[in-house]
């Protein structure tokens, strides 16, 4: 099923994600329905705060990205937990279908290493970097209750307020299902 993306402003964006247990109900369906939306959004990545659920779960499929290594990577990360980041930042101009139409730059650690378990309950512990990296990191905000509109200047914020304001006013016309704040 394809869902609506909760919209910048919608208070389930700012939670802080709960544990995911194995018996959770729908587990199967939700993350189906997640990669549903994502492809249907035309996504890389997709949290469960961005379908209304406050729990710790995303999913990644970075294959629309030319020279992703590995190339095709897809995922799914149930209660995630990023042990270690490190590296030089750098900045990578980020987007977000929570947030559509801006992009922005936002800084980074190139490296980074994530115990998580996947749609199986099956644990994994790994090392991941560049572009892999930084959508997980971007997807793992999101279950922290962080949006990558935190991680830019003030004075950036400032300059996209207006934007952001009528994204949460509803004021803005997506290619996908979106649900705004009331």
Not at 52 to 81: C, H, M, V, W, Y
Request: net charge neutral.
């Amino acid at each position: 099923m394809n869902l609506p993306i909760y919209a910048y402003g919608c208070p389930v964006l700012r939670k802080k994600g709960v544990t995911v247990s194995p018996d959770y109900p729908n587990l199967k369906e939700i993350i189906y329905n997640m990669y549903e939306t994502m492809y249907n959004s035309s996504g890389i990545g997709l949290a469960a705060p961005q379908i209304g659920l406050s729990i710790r779960l995303f999913i990644i499929d970075g294959s629309p990205i030319e020279d992703l290594k590995p190339a095709k990577f897809k995922q799914t990360f149930i209660n995630p937990l990023i042990i270690e980041e490190w590296g030089d930042e750098w900045k990578y101009e980020e987007g977000c279908l929570s947030i559509p139409h801006i992009r922005e730059q936002v800084s980074r650690k190139p490296e980074l290493k994530i115990r998580y378990f996947d749609e199986n309950f099956t644990e994994h512990e790994a090392t991941f970097d560049g572009m892999i990296a930084r959508i997980i990191q971007h997807e793992y905000d999101h279950i922290e209750g962080r949006l990558f509109v935190d991680l830019i200047s003030p004075l950036r914020r400032n300059l996209i307020k207006s934007k952001l304001t009528n994204i949460n006013q509803g004021r803005v016309n997506a290619d996908y299902k979106m649900r705004f704040a009331k």
